[in-house]
T-cell receptor, first 112, second 114 residues
Framework: NAGVTQTPKFRVLKTGQSMTLLCAQDMNHEYMYWYRQDPGMGLRLIHYSVGEGTTAKGEVPDGYNVSRLKKQNFLLGLESAAPSQTSVYFC???????????FGSGTRLTVV | GESVGLHLPTLSVQEGDNSIINCAYSNSASDYFIWYKQESGKGPQFIIDIRSNMDKRQGQRVTVLLNKTVKHLSLQIAATQPGDSAVYFCAENIYIQAGTALIFGKGTTLSVSS
């Protein structure tokens, strides 16, 4: 089992460019999440999904959009990147009755 | 707003010592808590969890204590090793819409010297 896989691992964007981060899980988990982690801080929830075709806003959703067309995939989009979106992005998945949440290894995004 | 926080940003110990990392939470309705370890350049790794109907749970070299009266969590690591050096986060499981999500504290950086 690969668990949670994030692509790409690194990316540099220019201000105003767009991109999509992909998260894939092979554990048949119902819930998926996108977090961002800034230096010296814990992870903050951007958006989440409780099932295929559903998405909702977390703590810091502004500037991001998400989609969950397939149960195993959760996409995070930046329509017009800003330097404030420079961060490390983590995807996670979980399902009721299963202990813990499984995290991916992260995507390091720099916006210049 | 409600949040989960850690008391100390850094903790330095000698190899072989026992380490105690503390965390305070504010949501009295929370019923599930998780400790994660994060090494440099990696994602958070599950260490141990505890539900609110328990006061203590033990794993291999780790113990989590939950004091619901004062809304406090602690992670105890026995015989700390250099490989334990990492950032440790406590996370609180909250109910949102039709599901749940984790809210993280800021983390404690554990440094183990040999």
């Amino acid at each position: 089992n690969a668990g949670v896989t994030q692509t790409p691992k690194f990316r540099v964007l220019k201000t105003g460019q767009s991109m999509t981060l992909l998260c894939a899980q092979d554990m048949n988990h119902e819930y998926m999440y996108w977090y961002r982690q800034d230096p010296g801080m814990g992870l903050r929830l951007i958006h989440y999904s409780v099932g295929e075709g559903t998405t909702a806003k977390g703590e810091v959703p502004d500037g991001y959009n998400v989609s969950r067309l397939k149960k195993q995939n959760f996409l995070l989009g930046l329509e017009s990147a800003a330097p404030s979106q420079t961060s490390v992005y983590f995807c996670a998945s979980n399902t009721p009755g299963v202990a813990g949440y499984t995290f991916g290894s992260g995507t390091r995004l720099t916006v210049v | 707003g409600e949040s989960v926080g850690l008391h100390l940003p850094t903790l330095s110990v000698q190899e072989g010592d026992n380490s105690i990392i503390n965390c305070a939470y504010s949501n009295s309705a929370s019923d599930y808590f998780i400790w994660y370890k994060q090494e440099s350049g990696k994602g958070p790794q599950f260490i141990i969890d505890i539900r609110s109907n328990m006061d203590k749970r033990q794993g291999q070299r780790v113990t989590v204590l939950l004091n619901k009266t004062v809304k406090h969590l602690s992670l105890q690591i026995a015989a700390t090793q250099p490989g334990d050096s990492a950032v440790y986060f406590c996370a609180e499981n909250i109910y949102i819409q039709a599901g749940t999500a984790l809210i993280f504290g800021k983390g404690t950086t554990l440094s183990v010297s040999s």
